[in-house]
């Protein structure tokens, strides 16, 4: 399914050359590309400079003016009312287990696919893409029953475990097909010194392939951060609630007016327009195929 | 299953570490099956299950057989969500897909090549900006701006003397699917781009200005060069998009609770609501299942349809 995907290591540099001979049709072009950018960034921009205004600026003078007066109090009531920094925290800690715990899992079972390619493996691989692939509407109301029964319902762990399944299940397929790849001679002289199978995963094949890992990471931890219907469906408690969901909930509130509206999009979208500027370089180089959700 | 997979499994069956038998690494996927089995596949055959009985989640379910797949196929709720997934396809895979490639020819061919890299690299990381944010806060960004009462685009249209165009894009009937429709284009257009531009790393830039030398205009380039290259990526992300078109959940959610009416309803949110707030439980499973066969039917399509190009290529 998936052709792109990250990749070890930098792709070589392509010779730049042709820059002269700009014709105006060039122009154009370039003209044509910047304005669809705009175009693009426009919402943010309206939503950052609105976030700043009291409800009375905004009226008086529009969505698109500069602010008359520097106003934190849409920003600073979201803030509170949300208790915004605890929301931080369950997306950071929910996103961060996730994350690790699911490259985890992905290694080991790309380890047994890849490297050891037991018997039947093709069809253990699409089994494990069904996962991600499934609208996950089907798994709500039987692991909300279960996870009702064992106390794992509005509980972080419980979709933490979820989410470790769904996002190994992709890594267990990009793995599987980066360690089917990995070097022969290195394994063969990693088993003439007698190294067991743990520790030629753990201290050959990890270190070696720690650059696609640690990309895989980042796009979980992003990935997971983003998720939205079963943090919706599985965290009801107000304390247990991710940044998304925690926005998007309070939406069409009376209490609301329309800047502390804008300041609550502006709170949910800084925390990946932050990763986005941290990981911009591996977030756009090769993007893999399920970056979609 | 000829003779020649067959051959050919025997030789890569093998392990790739020399000195250990096959066995042992079946233990490897215990943690990994277990958790599947728990998490993905048992809960898979008790919503199909469901989709068999009358549950209204207190008294036990109650095998009613197919009563809720006939009540299903005469549903017309079921079909508009239906057919709002088609709007939904076209929002996040035929327009992005098409304006994505453009983009990224015009990035890769016209701005990379003369007015330099760097640019280029800029202006796809723009495109890009929405595409990492969760989907429901990006519908609320365009939703603030589309708001009825002095939203920024009404202001914006009254300001021009175009007042009488002001509207309340996701609260009319007429204009609420457009509005999310516009959201998701705004959300997924970087996607294709980004992943298009890599595609075309492949090429060698002196095959454009080649082509150019020899008269063809950037339209022949784009044809002939852009899109017979990076084929096989077009399948990837239209296959990836439509499987995500087909479970859009969140924007519906954060913007229109699937209305006015149902002119916004999705099979996702229909089938939720169903769960949540109708209590209706073995019909929400039984279009929950409904959606998973349409997502595992596209999918096999796309899979046979790229397998047959590919073979056709190589008869070539």
């Given at each position: 399914m ?16 042709g ?6 049709a ?13 175009l ?9 400079v609105?976030?700043f ?5 905004y ?14 109090d849409g920003?600073?009531?979201f ?43 093709v ?26 029964e ?9 979709v ?13 397929y ?11 001679e ?43 219907l ?27 007016d ?11 979208l ?14 756009t ?9 | ?6 051959a ?8 790739r ?7 042992g ?26 989709t ?29 969500s ?27 061919d ?30 609320i960004?365009?939703?603030?701006i589309?708001r009825?009462?002095?939203?920024a ?25 457009p ?10 257009i970087?996607y ?7 595609a ?10 080649a082509?150019?030398l020899d ?24 296959l ?7 479970k ?54 796309f ?12 008869g070539?």
């Open positions: 998936a052709s792109t995907l990250p990749l070890v290591g930098t792709r070589p540099r392509r010779r730049q050359s820059m002269h001979k700009r014709r105006p060039d122009w154009a072009l370039l003209v044509a590309a910047i304005l669809i950018g705009a693009i960034v426009i919402p943010f921009l309206i939503i950052l609105n976030s205004k009291s409800p009375t600026d009226t008086t003078s529009g969505p698109l003016t500069l602010p008359t007066s520097l106003y934190f920003i600073v009531n803030w509170q009312r949300v208790d915004f920094p605890q929301k931080l925290w369950n997306s950071f800690f929910i996103s961060g287990t996730v994350a690790i715990l699911a490259v985890v899992l992905s290694v080991i079972n790309a380890f047994a696919l890849g490297i050891g390619r037991v018997k039947g493996r069809w253990i691989l699409v089994l494990f893409l069904l996962a991600d692939m499934l609208p996950q509407e089907v798994l709500l109301y039987p692991l909300y029953n279960v996870f009702k064992i106390g794992l319902y509005n509980n972080s762990w419980g933490i475990i979820i989410f470790i399944v769904i996002r190994a299940a992709f890594g267990t990009l793995l599987a097909s980066v360690f089917g790849t990995f070097p022969k290195i394994l063969e002289a990693a088993s003439l010194d007698g190294a067991s199978r743990w520790r030629v995963l753990t201290s050959v094949i990890v270190p070696i392939t720690r650059p696609t890992l640690s990309v895989l990471l980042i796009f979980f931890f992003i990935w997971t951060w983003n998720e939205f079963i943090p919706l469906s599985f965290l009801v408690s107000n304390e247990n609630q991710t940044v998304p969901v925690a926005i998007t909930v309070l939406q069409g509130d009376r209490l609301m329309v800047t502390t509206t804008s300041a609550s999009a502006l709170l949910g800084i925390p990946t327009l932050v990763f986005f500027l941290i990981f911009q370089r591996t977030l180089r090769g993007i893999t195929a399920g970056a979609v959700k | 299953m000829s003779t020649t997979t067959r050919k499994r025997s030789v890569v069956s093998e392990n570490l020399p000195g250990t038998g096959s066995k690494y079946y233990l490897y996927l215990v943690p990994g099956l277990v958790l599947f089995t728990l998490i993905i596949l048992l809960p898979l055959i008790w919503n199909v299950y469901l068999f009985t009358e549950y209204r989640g207190i008294k036990p379910p109650e095998f009613i057989g197919l009563d809720n797949w006939i009540e299903l196929f005469g549903d017309d709720k079921f079909w508009a239906f057919r709002n997934s088609i709007a939904m396809i076209i929002a996040m895979v035929v327009l992005p897909t098409g304006i994505g490639l453009v983009l990224a020819a015009l990035l890769f016209v701005i990379g090549r003369k007015f330099g890299g760097r640019l280029a690299s800029f202006l796809r990381a723009t495109y890009y900006l929405p595409q990492i944010l969760p989907v429901a806060i990006a519908a960004v365009i939703g603030w589309l009825p009462e002095n939203g685009l009404n202001t914006v249209l009254e300001a021009v003397g175009l007042g009488n165009l002001a509207h309340n894009w996701l609260g009319s009937p007429d204009t609420a699917l509005s999310i429709m516009l959201v998701m284009v705004w959300v997924q970087g294709p781009v980004v992943i298009f531009m890599a075309l790393q492949r090429v060698d830039p002196e095959l454009y200005e082509a150019e008269g063809a205009n950037w339209f022949q380039r784009f044809r002939s060069i852009t899109v017979s290259i990076i084929r096989p990526e077009i399948f990837v992300v239209t990836t998009c439509t499987i995500a078109a087909l859009v959940f969140g924007p519906i959610y954060a913007l229109t609770g699937g209305g006015p009416g149902t002119s916004t309803i999705v099979p996702s949110y229909y089938s939720y609501i169903q769960f949540f707030q109708s209590q209706q439980v073995g019909y929400g499973a039984t279009i929950a299942t409904a959606l998973t066969v349409v997502v595992i039917i596209v999918t096999v399509v899979i046979k349809f790229q397998n047959r190009a590919e073979r056709e290529d190589m070539n």
